[in-house]
């Protein structure tokens, strides 16, 4: 599988998060729930990195509930790719 580098991924997310009002800061350290990244944002962003990838990203609700911050998300996409 080919792979989107983290900077694109993180490019995505802002998409997804301006298409709801909202900005991605620039830190990787930033709480999810404070800057209002939802479940379903993440969706939209692993639909995004699927039609870039030409690929479909397999994963799992458990591994869903360890990510707390904009690096977690990143590192998680990253892992996925990877997988």
């Known amino acids: 599988m080919s792979s989107v580098a983290r900077g694109r991924v993180r490019e995505l997310m ?3 998060m301006t298409a709801q009002g ?5 830190d990787d350290t930033a709480d ?13 962003l692993a639909l995004r990195v699927e039609d870039e990838l030409g690929d479909e990203l397999n994963f799992d609700a ?3 509930r360890r990510i707390a911050t904009v690096g977690d998300v990143l590192d ?5 790719q990877s997988a």
């Open 76 to 80: 998680f996409i990253e892992q996925l």
């Open 32 to 44: 999810l729930r404070e800057i209002g990244f939802r479940s379903l944002d993440f969706s939209e």
């Open 22 to 26: 909202r900005t991605l800061p620039g």
């Open 14 to 16: 802002g998409e997804v």
């Open 62 to 64: 458990p591994g869903l």
